[in-house]
């Protein structure tokens, strides 16, 4: 028996995906363009360094259309989604380094950005938007949740203390979330929403992301401090089926976790000296204890019908990609260490 990710389900059908360009959303295209849909893609830009990868997709001759279109403009999203009868809403604003002024530079650009696409999906009569989130929405010293109590769609992460740590992406993501949750409530849309973990997998687009940078640095190591954190892992490509099912499933409502493994630091560190022994890796010295909360669960997700790959198989593929593409190598005279990414030291 087919899956409902399986077969020809989008045929006649236009969607559009926002931030078309970036690493889930370039994998998500791919996956609805093999299902069948026509795909209309946001990006910032539409130069072939950017999306190159995107044109080069098996049938976006004929099925994938680019808008140049930014979050904030709500006419340029509004041109993008009209005709479309669901919206994925990937694209979310990440920040590159340090922030002068978060309200303008990040969370405002998060939550106008979310409304504008739920505007012009509302105007475009579209059935359905799946909005990405993520899981620093869930995780995060969440209010009055009991330390060892599994963590499910109902739990959210403390805005007000992220705020206070200064750390904005999550605040972002909090506010975004709870945005289109409550715009759906009040409007009709149907708005569902997935709270991925961190990603993981082969990369489509030519530019190096966040998640890959993580796991670069524990195999090459370097001079930054980490926390002996419990990391919750998925694949891109389970994410991938995961906001098609969502998009597809009539009974999906509501939030939805995407988090299948989880590891702390210090395991993480011992799989990949144990799968990788050539490289050097992070010294164990430099992973600072923590407690550990009780983990997330994607069972609402699971019982939609999804599953997931294992995980070593993801870090496999992902290493793999990373030798070929030459991320794990040093550059000829380049004496700079490799560093922790800033974002997720604070997540």
Request: hydrophobic fraction near 40%; charged fraction near 25%; charge should be negative.
């Amino acid at each position: 028996m087919p899956t409902r990710a399986e077969g020809n389900a989008g045929s006649g059908k236009t969607v559009c995906v926002t931030g078309a360009a970036g690493y889930i959303a370039s994998w998500l295209v791919k996956l609805l363009l093999s299902r069948g849909y026509d795909v209309h893609g946001t990006v910032r830009h539409l130069g072939e360094e950017k999306t190159g990868h995107l044109r080069r997709l098996e049938n976006a001759s004929e099925n994938l259309r680019l808008f140049q279109a930014d979050l904030l403009d709500y006419d340029a999203m509004a041109a993008a989604i009209v005709g479309c009868q669901g919206v994925f809403h990937v694209a979310t604003p990440v920040p590159s380094g340090i922030l002068t002024d978060p309200e303008l530079q990040m969370l405002g650009p998060a939550v106008t950005g979310t409304t504008n696409v739920l505007k012009a999906a509302s105007a475009a009569d579209a059935e359905r938007v799946v909005v990405v989130s993520s899981m620093v929405a869930v995780e995060i010293n969440p209010k009055d949740w009991p330390q060892g109590k599994i963590r499910d769609e109902s739990c959210w992460s403390d805005k007000e203390f992220c705020r206070s740590n200064e750390s904005w992406y999550p605040v972002a993501k909090i506010a975004a979330e709870a945005a289109a949750l409550e715009y759906g409530r009040a409007t009709g849309l149907r708005v569902v929403t997935l709270n991925p973990a961190l990603v993981f997998a082969p990369l489509l687009q030519p530019t190096i992301n966040t998640s890959s940078q993580f796991l670069i640095y524990f195999l090459k190591g370097g001079p930054d401090e980490t926390r002996d954190k419990l990391w919750h892992i998925v694949d891109v490509r389970d994410v991938a089926d995961a906001l098609l099912l969502l998009y597809e499933a009539p009974e999906a409502t509501g939030r939805h976790i995407c988090a299948p493994h989880f590891i702390t630091a210090r395991e993480l560190l011992g799989l990949l000296k144990n799968m990788y022994p050539g490289y050097p890796c992070i010294a164990e010295e430099s992973i600072r204890d923590m407690d550990h909360p009780a983990p997330m669960t994607s069972g609402k997700l699971e019982k939609l019908g999804w599953s997931s790959r294992p995980l070593r198989e993801t870090i496999t593929d992902t290493v793999e990609f990373c030798r070929e593409a030459g991320f794990l190598e040093d550059g000829d005279g380049d004496d700079t260490p490799c560093r922790f990414p800033p974002l997720l030291n604070k997540v």
